[in-house]
């Protein structure tokens, strides 16, 4: 008798196509919430909120004093994704809000600093993340080996 026995083709092929269901399946119920989380309202925003930034804006500082004894004209460069902390919002739509960075690696002097009051308009801020744009900085960050 031989005692080495291979298994049926037809028995690991099974096996094998029944595993793609589940592997559609479980990408499927990862990707949900993040597809909800980007389509959905963003809600009315209020001091205390943390914002992100659109894209990369110059945005001026609310109290230029302070910025130019660092180095800064009355403007400063904010990266897109920063994260802001909203300090003041006016009730009217449109009026800038007044917030500052958090989380900023950089302190170089054309980049907005850290725990510094600038000026935001609506357009250059949002409540949600760019979920897409993190995603693929962070598919190109592992391609790239950063």
């Known amino acids: ?11 690991s092929d099974s096996s094998r196509t029944s595993l793609i269901p589940i592997g559609l399946t479980m990408v ?3 990707m949900v919430p993040i ?10 925003l209020k001091a205390g909120d943390v914002v992100f930034s659109t894209d990369r804006h110059r945005v ?8 130019r004894a660092q180095g800064f004209q009355d ?3 904010l990266e897109s994704r920063v994260q802001l902390v909203v300090q003041k919002i ?13 989380g900023v690696e950089r302190v170089d002097v054309p980049y907005c600093p850290p725990r510094t009051s600038i000026i935001v ?3 250059q801020a949002t ?3 760019d979920v897409w744009g993190g995603l693929s900085d962070a598919l190109s960050n592992l391609v790239s080996g950063r």
Request: charged share 15%; proline share 15%; aromatic share 10%.
């Open 60 to 67: 001026k500082f609310l109290d230029p004093t302070l910025s």
């Open 90 to 102: 006016d009730i009217m739509p449109g009026i800038p809000i007044v917030a500052q960075p958090i």
């Open 127 to 129: 409540l949600k993340a």
């Open 28 to 30: 499927a119920v990862l």
């Open 121 to 123: 308009h609506p357009y």
């Open 75 to 77: 403007f400063c460069i």
């Open 35 to 44: 597809v909800l989380y980007s389509v959905g309202p963003e809600g009315p």
């Open 1 to 11: 008798m031989n005692s080495n026995r291979f298994p049926d083709d037809e028995t």
